[in-house]
């Protein structure tokens, strides 16, 4: 599976953007998807999750209410909308999976992730 992310840009403080990851190759049922970001500087941190089969989600708490992760099964997209967008949420955000033969809870640990995109920058400007 590749996983290849899209919809990055710059947007003023207060506006929205719409990330999206396309996977090519079979999701199976038990991975998760999931979005991670990397400000400059800043450690890898975990943003957003979803259960490919049931859709259960998990936020950084800093983000809920404004972000929301959702996937569409058929096309093998999973997308992260981002609304009331702050300066600190600037980073390269990355979509991510974890095969997950075990079916264990969400982990916001980037190192049991097993899948990366290659990244797409969010500037958000003050």
């Known amino acids: 599976v590749q996983l290849q992310a899209s919809g990055g840009g710059l947007v003023q403080a207060g506006g929205s953007l719409r990330l999206s990851c396309a996977a090519s190759?079979?999701?199976?049922?038990?991975?998760?998807m999931g979005w991670f970001r990397q400000a400059l500087g800043k450690e890898r941190e975990f943003v957003a999750a979803?259960?490919?089969?049931?859709?259960?989600?998990d936020y950084l708490e800093s983000v809920k209410g404004r972000v929301t992760i959702s996937r569409d099964n058929y096309k093998n997209t999973v997308s992260l909308q981002m609304n009331s967008l702050k300066f600190e949420d600037t980073a390269v955000y990355y979509c991510?999976?974890?095969?997950?033969?075990?079916?264990?809870?969400?982990?916001?640990?980037?190192?049991?992730?097993?899948?990366w995109g290659q990244g797409t920058q969010v500037t958000v400007s003050s």
């Open positions: 991510a999976v974890r095969q997950n033969p075990n079916n264990t809870p969400f982990t916001t640990s980037g190192a049991l992730w097993h899948l």
């Open positions: 190759g079979d999701i199976f049922s038990n991975w998760h």
């Open positions: 979803i259960t490919w089969r049931e859709g259960r989600t």
